[in-house]
């Protein structure tokens, strides 16, 4: 074909380049695809297109899918967004047929679409990614059951925990974040392709049939509102920003476990890099950024809810909005998280210095006062004793802080025998979160299969 096919009308103004999306939307491609070789295969089974129709559409979708993978696919600027791409590109392949692909379908339905599917798909990547970083958390958190650290508040020494202890602290934040994720998906599971514009359709159309075979749930209830429904990326935002919150606060700790003062883990070259300046520096660079990304990541939360708020219903083209930070959001994830496993795993804990710490006699204050409690004088009094006599231990018998921290055996407490079973807790956690995602895996899949099935 020499001659490029004119832009379709409704993309044709004089602010083209501001109403484009092509450069956030094109990631939505293969979902775009899958979701409009079910439509078709919909409109079909509804008698709105006859068998020859479906067979040559969805011929050329595929055809499509190869091409993008490819590289070969010849995408057009002023085109505005991949749908229209898809269209247009459609209709040079297949011929006039291919303006049908459009039957009770708006961009509003299909964009809704192909971001909850492109969600599904992000979920099930940054997840296993969660649950990597997880797993390295317990490996370490498994050796290092019996090594004894002060444990902080206020970063002020408070009491005696372990390394193991302290870890798995890291680990229930991260596996909350990844139970946070699987149920955001759930709540997405649910497909808006037939709400058309706003309001549906005149036409015979089957819901239902596209939402199974896309591997949804259900169907939306509401019209209104699976076009303009962004919760499930909202969520999704929500989930990748604590997550990032939750790295950047045990990026800090590693930072300042790094630091000469507290000399608990060796700067070794996993932490980063040197100085160009001063040669004695070794910097904990990968912990640092691990610990400023998570302000972008913010921000494109507070981003999409700003979008969000105030929209009248149905659909608004504001809603364009919600792709720029959701990529930017997931790519930084991925980075974050890609970066973080290896370090937790190449960390190396000084037992020297770590056993040094563990050993000031202030962190078994409160032991002291609890024994007094144990021996009946109220709490408050022995507090108030121990006060009194605090900076007057014998240096000679200085604290065995392992037989200290294996007292505190109480549930949920640092004691290694409690420690073992929180690990199996743990391991069990994480297996049920492995379960989830390879059930979200194989339902990533299906895109792939409506992609590359044999012509049907
Ligand atoms: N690019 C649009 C978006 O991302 C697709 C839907 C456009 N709908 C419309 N009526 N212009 O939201």
Do not use: C
Not at 151 to 179: C, K, M, N, S
Request: proline residues 6%; charged residues 25%; hydrophobic residues 45%.
């Amino acid at each position: 074909m020499s001659e490029r096919t004119p832009a379709p009308s409704y993309v044709r103004t004089p602010s083209a380049a501001f109403l484009r999306s092509l450069a956030v939307d094109r990631p939505l491609a293969r979902y775009d695809l899958a979701g409009s070789v079910a439509h078709v295969e919909m409109l079909g089974s509804a008698g709105l297109l006859s068998a020859a129709e479906v067979a040559s559409l969805v011929g050329g979708l595929r055809q499509i899918a190869r091409e993008i993978a490819g590289g070969t696919f010849p995408w057009r600027d002023d085109l505005e967004d991949v749908h229209t791409n898809v269209e247009v590109r459609l209709t040079e392949l297949v011929g006039p047929v291919g303006g049908k692909v459009h039957t009770a379908r708006s961009r509003n339905d299909q964009v809704a679409l192909d971001e909850r599917l492109f969600l599904r798909a992000a979920v099930a990547s940054v997840g296993a990614s969660l649950a990597d970083l997880s797993a390295a958390l317990l490996v370490r958190a498994a050796g290092a059951l019996e090594v004894p650290m002060p444990g902080y508040t206020h970063l002020q020494r408070a009491q005696p925990i372990t390394v193991g202890h302290w870890l798995l602290a890291h680990f229930w934040r991260f596996e909350r974040d990844l139970d946070r994720l699987l149920a955001t998906a759930r709540r997405a599971d649910v497909s808006p392709l037939g709400a058309g514009a706003l309001a549906g359709s005149t036409l015979p159309i089957d819901p239902a049939r596209v939402a199974a075979r896309l591997g949804f749930s259900a169907a939306f209830e509401n019209s209104l509102d699976a076009v303009s429904d962004r919760d499930p990326l909202a969520e999704l935002l929500f989930d990748l920003a604590l997550a990032g919150v939750h790295a950047s606060a045990l990026g800090e700790e590693i930072v300042l476990f790094a630091s000469k003062e507290f000399g608990f883990v060796a700067r070794t070259p996993a932490l980063g890099s040197g100085s160009s300046q001063m040669p004695q520096k070794r910097n904990p660079d990968v912990a640092e950024l691990v610990r400023g990304k998570a302000g972008r990541q913010i921000g494109d939360l507070v981003a999409l809810l700003s979008t969000l708020k105030g929209l009248p219903l149905a659909y608004d083209r504001d809603l364009q909005e919600d792709k720029a930070p959701v990529l930017d959001s997931l790519t930084t994830a991925t980075d974050v998280l890609g970066a973080l496993a290896p370090l937790v795993a190449a960390l190396e804990f000084d037992g020297v210095r770590l056993a040094e710490a563990a050993q000031d006699p202030e962190l078994y204050a409160t032991d002291a006062a609890e024994r007094r409690a144990a021996a009946g004088v109220p709490f408050r009094e022995a507090h108030a004793e121990v006060a009194r006599t605090l900076g007057t231990t014998d240096p000679a018998s200085p604290p065995d802080p392992l037989a200290a921290v294996a007292l505190r055996s109480a549930p949920g407490g640092p004691a290694p025998a409690t420690v073992r079973q929180q690990l199996a807790h743990a391991r069990t956690r994480l297996a049920a979160h492995r379960d989830s995602l390879s059930s979200l895996a194989r339902k990533v899949e299906l895109v792939e299969d409506l992609l590359n099935e044999g012509p049907r």
